[in-house]
T-cell receptor, first 115, second 114 residues
Framework: KAGVTQTPRYLIKTRGQQVTLSCSPISGHRSVSWYQQTPGQGLQFLFE???????NKGNFPGRFSGRQFSNSRSEMNVSTLELGDSALYLCASSPPLSSGANVLTFGAGSRLTVL | GQNIDQPTEMTATEGAIVQINCTYQ??????LFWYQQHAGEAPTFLSY????GLEEKGRFSSFLSRSKGYSYLLLKELQMKDSASYLCAVRDQNYGGSQGNLIFGKGTKLSVKP
């Protein structure tokens, strides 16, 4: 069973640019969550999508946005990049609640460097 | 506010036992998770506690006390490959079936020495 796939794995951007990151969840998982990981703050929740709808949102500015497609794949976008946006962006998927499981499975992440 | 505390770093010897503590203060509680993260890799799930007590899974055990807002991860018979960061996370809500929002501690970097 394939895991959570994130692309690209590494990217470098300059301040003011925008970036789009992609996440393909485990087959059958309809919930996709996004996290930002930095050395100073650890993992912080960005947002969660389920059935193409944003179900939950963390405390990030509106420059951070996301969406989910009908096949459960998700993208997140960061506009007007700032130096502080340099981080590892992790995507996680989880199975239906009806399955009884509550575990998030993470992808390997997309490492963004803003210069 | 929401707060999860765990030690920043720990060092232990191969073959020994180490306990990593986690204390939390959250507005709600709907389960506590431990994840392991090797440098440059994805966090991987280790354990889940929602009721008080000890959950054992091979060399790893996790304990929860909800009244004290406290958990620990116990690693036995340490191996070099256990050198990693260990992340404590709490799910503080279950609104409308939402399960993706975990509040993470900053992680404990464990170094296992020969």
């Amino acid at each position: 069973k394939a895991g959570v796939t994130q692309t690209p794995r590494y990217l470098i951007k300059t301040r003011g640019q925008q970036v789009t990151l992609s996440c393909s969840p485990i087959s059958g998982h309809r919930s996709v969550s996004w996290y930002q990981q930095t050395p100073g703050q650890g993992l912080q929740f960005l947002f969660e999508y389920f059935s193409e709808t944003q179900r939950n949102k963390g405390n990030f500015p509106g420059r951070f946005s996301g969406r989910q497609f009908s096949n459960s794949r998700s993208e997140m976008n960061v506009s007007t990049l700032e130096l502080g946006d340099s981080a590892l962006y992790l995507c996680a998927s989880s199975p239906p609640l009806s399955s009884g499981a509550n575990v998030l499975t993470f992808g390997a992440g997309s490492r963004l460097t803003v210069l | 506010g929401q707060n999860i505390d765990q030690p920043t770093e720990m060092t232990a010897t191969e073959g020994a036992i180490v306990q990593i503590n986690c204390t939390y203060q959250t507005s709600g509680f709907n389960g506590l998770f431990w994840y392991q993260q090797h440098a440059g890799e994805a966090p991987t799930f280790l354990s889940y506690n929602v009721l008080d007590g000890l959950e054992e899974k091979g060399r790893f055990s996790s304990f929860l006390s909800r009244s004290k807002g406290y958990s620990y991860l116990l690693l036995k018979e340490l191996q070099m490959k256990d050198s990693a960061s260990y992340l404590c996370a709490v799910r503080d809500q279950n609104y409308g079936g939402s399960q993706g929002n975990l509040i993470f501690g900053k992680g404990t970097k464990l170094s296992v020495k020969p």
